[in-house]
């Protein structure tokens, strides 16, 4: 079984992430408020929890790993489960923006919460495998200003387009502008930011451009992460077999955007973990269908030609 594990890395990681993520989704689609919150978080978190098992069973030639390794991914686990018992019930009783609002210790937990997360990264200074899962290398602050400006910025540009192409489609949202900060805060944490990325990019990506050069690396992850996507919205957010595509196919082109960044700051997951964490912010911003996928079309023209995606790349940190 080792053997499968070390010589099949990327394939293992995919199948434990799916079986366990779909399970943890199953059990809590019979569930409600704080077990169900729980459940679906952890979830989420499944990626992370796979990338660190199989870093530990494939450490090689390594320092031993210590708890203060394992405490940037405590601290988060208990984030959720702290916030899902003081919240549970009325997270699936209001609006996510009207829950932050109402209630602000909720983005005070989550922000203490994410500085420790960086800070525990730093002070661990990537001493073993298992802090080099949460790889923050040095990058210029344009490169966090991208990973959290782009897609909101663009997908409002597309919204205000829409409002005058589609009048009678489109309106603009009404948004509470004191609720932003706190929503995006939200989304680092429980929206699978740190979740999700230390796994997708942090492990995998990482693994697979060992091999292959990113284009092919991130058509890996496409699938796999398409996957896991349909399972989560079919389970926990009750879509239909029409919206399908639709997922897919921004799994696919938020693949390549996000082996763009990644290989653009070093493999910095930090930026992945912004990235991430914009995205579903985002999603309080609908342009049409047609403006967003022209915004989808143009984004994945730019990060093809720009990304030197056909030649394999020096991969740093990996192990």
């Known amino acids: 079984m080792k053997t499968f594990f070390t ?63 394992y405490l940037p ?20 009783q209001n609006r996510i923006d009207q829950l932050l609002y109402e209630n602000p210790m909720i983005s005070v937990i989550i922000s203490l919460t994410f500085i420790y997360f960086i800070i525990q990264v730093f002070v661990n200074k990537g001493a073993n495998s298992i802090d080099r899962l949460v790889n923050i290398s040095k990058t210029k602050v344009f490169w966090y200003i991208l990973a ?17 192409l589609f009048p009678e489609q489109i309106e603009l949202p009404a948004i509470n502008l004191v609720v932003l900060i706190p929503l995006f805060l939200f989304s680092i944490i429980f929206y699978a930011g740190v979740g999700e990325e230390v796994g997708w990019r942090g492990f995998a990506l990482k693994k697979l451009q060992m091999k292959y050069n990113p284009f092919i690396a991130s058509i890996f992850i496409g699938i796999v992460w398409s996957v896991w996507h349909i399972g989560y919205f079919t389970l926990v957010e009750n879509y239909t077999i029409q919206n399908i595509p639709a997922v897919v196919i921004w799994t696919f082109i938020a693949s390549f955007i996000s082996t763009w960044f990644f290989n653009k700051t070093n493999g910095n997951v930090l930026i992945l973990i912004l990235f991430h964490a914009s995205v579903n912010f985002a999603i309080i911003f609908t342009p049409h269908p047609v403006i967003m996928a022209a915004i989808h079309l143009v984004l994945l023209i730019i990060v093809l030609s720009t990304g030197h995606f056909f030649r394999k790349i020096k991969t740093e940190n990996v192990e």
């Open 7 to 69: 010589k099949f890395q990327f394939l293992a990681f995919s199948i434990l992430t799916i079986i366990i993520s779909i399970l943890l989704w199953f059990i809590a689609k019979g569930q409600s408020g704080s077990i169900k919150m729980v459940l679906t978080q952890f979830g989420y978190f499944a990626p992370a929890l796979v990338a660190i098992i199989l870093t530990l069973i494939n450490r090689q030639n390594d320092k031993p790993v210590k708890i203060k390794s």
């Open 73 to 92: 991914f405590i601290a988060v686990l208990l984030c959720i489960i702290i916030i899902a018992l003081l919240y549970g019930d009325e997270y699936y």
């Open 148 to 164: 959290i400006a782009l897609y909101p910025v663009l997908k409002l540009a597309g919204v205000l387009i829409s409002t005058k």
